[in-house]
Structure formats: structure tokens, C-alpha cells
């Protein structure tokens, strides 16, 4: 069985929701890992102005399949109005990572 890997990031304006995004994406078995780094500098527009925020990064590493869970559990618990979600396909990864991805993302 391919498993078809993603690196997926969304952002957070503390440490404490950056880590709790992440422990639940993981508890939940949606991600089998998330890493949290920060502070970043984001630079935006939001509602018609430019916006300077300092956030933290969550990368989530998941699967295709479980994608669309992830992000409905992310938009249920982020409290930004519109957060920032993004997927990105991994290209290349280890047959060992790969298995180990699959195994710690599915359904319990």
C-alpha cells in the first residue's frame, strides 16, 4: 500500500495553542506528528488593512486519506476566523517513515 504523505501547516498567536493544536491532531490519530515553531512574523491583509502579527507555526505530518478529517478538526478547534491551512504533498520519504506514518494515523 502507497502511502501518500503531507505536511500540513496552519498558524496560532500562542505557544499554549500552537501545542494544543498539535496534541489533539496527534490524540485524535489525525496527525502523527506536529512540530511547533515560533515566533514568526506574519505580515497580512485582513479585512480591507495590512495586519503585523507574531504566530507560532504547527507543521502536522499526516496522510491523503486522513486530510479532510484533519482539517475539519483544525477548523473546529482554531479560534481564528479564517486560519491559515495549508497541505502540502511530500514528494520523497522513507519506506520506514512512510509505514510509520500510515500506522500512527489510523483509525483507532
Do not use: F, N
Not at 78 to 92: C, G, K, S
Amino acid at each position: 500500500m502507497t502511502t501518500h504523505a503531507l505536511t500540513v501547516l496552519t498558524t496560532t498567536d500562542s505557544r499554549e495553542k500552537a501545542e494544543a493544536l498539535a496534541r489533539g491532531a496527534v490524540e485524535a490519530r489525525l496527525a502523527a506528528c506536529g512540530q511547533v515553531s515560533g515566533p514568526v512574523t506574519s505580515v497580512y491583509h485582513w479585512r480591507k488593512a495590512i495586519e503585523t502579527a507574531e504566530e507560532w507555526q504547527v507543521l502536522l505530518k499526516t496522510t491523503e486519506h486522513r486530510y479532510e478529517a484533519l482539517e475539519a478538526h483544525l477548523l473546529a478547534a482554531h479560534d481564528y476566523d479564517t486560519p491559515e491551512i495549508l497541505a502540502t504533498p511530500v514528494v520523497r520519504a522513507s519506506a520506514a517513515y512512510l509505514a510509520w506514518l500510515a500506522e500512527e494515523t489510523s483509525a483507532p
